[in-house]
């Protein structure tokens, strides 16, 4: 059976975090070859042009910006899907989704964005930790304060989460991470064992 592909998605403090590392330790106890990763890399992160818009909210044209996003993105799948197909289970911290969902926030056409993205990957399972605004803002604070400079409008947090419930597969796991870190990670594993079977995998047992 080829990895299976889980894609972590939420707003910034929605728990991905947290619960790709309940995740990863349900299949280190399981004994299954797992990798771990996140996007975009850090190259996009790091590259100027970005660094600017995110730090200043400077930029030309947004299509430059969606544009680094899809190329990090997708030399990223080259990565992933070679190790999917040797069979190794691999979890997204973030995925395309979220590329769609902010550069729809910034004005672009949801469909100019998709093409810039081809026929990508559909993950095995796409899990979307939603949390109300208020709380990423207050998770955000509790972390460190740091906001990018699109953050320093609330607003953003709202947009972004409906953006999201729009360009999200019609198959995505919505849990409201606003409960119980382990009640989020039982449903969690549930799904993926559910997944697992229907590919024909070995089944595990209950931690
Ligand atoms: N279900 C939950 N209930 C309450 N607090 C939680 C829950 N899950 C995570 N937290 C707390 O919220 C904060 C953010 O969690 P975490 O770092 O996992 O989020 P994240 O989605 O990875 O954030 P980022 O987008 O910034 O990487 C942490 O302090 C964490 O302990
Ligand atoms: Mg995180």
Known sequence: ???????MCGLDGAGKTTQ?????????HN?????????????????????????????????VIAMLSAADRITHMYDLEQRLDAGIHIISDRYIYSSYAYFKVRGM??????NLYGSIRKPDLTVFLDIKPEITIKRIQARDGHLKYEEKDPSIFMNVREAFRTVL??????????????????????NVKTIISAKGGYSYGVK
């Open 169 to 190: 597969p019609e198959d995505a796991l919505i849990i409201d991470g606003e409960r119980d870190p382990q009640d989020i990670h039982s449903e969690i594993v549930l």
């Open 31 to 63: 004994n299954v070859q797992l990798y771990n990763t996140k996007q975009p890399t850090d190259q996009y992160r790091n590259d100027p042009r970005v660094r600017s818009y995110l730090d200043n909210g400077h930029v030309h044209d947004m299509r």
């Open 109 to 114: 056409d949801i469909n100019d964005i998709k």
């Open 20 to 28: 790709i590392g309940m995740l990863t330790k349900w299949f280190e």
């Open 1 to 7: 059976m080829s990895g299976l592909l889980i894609a």
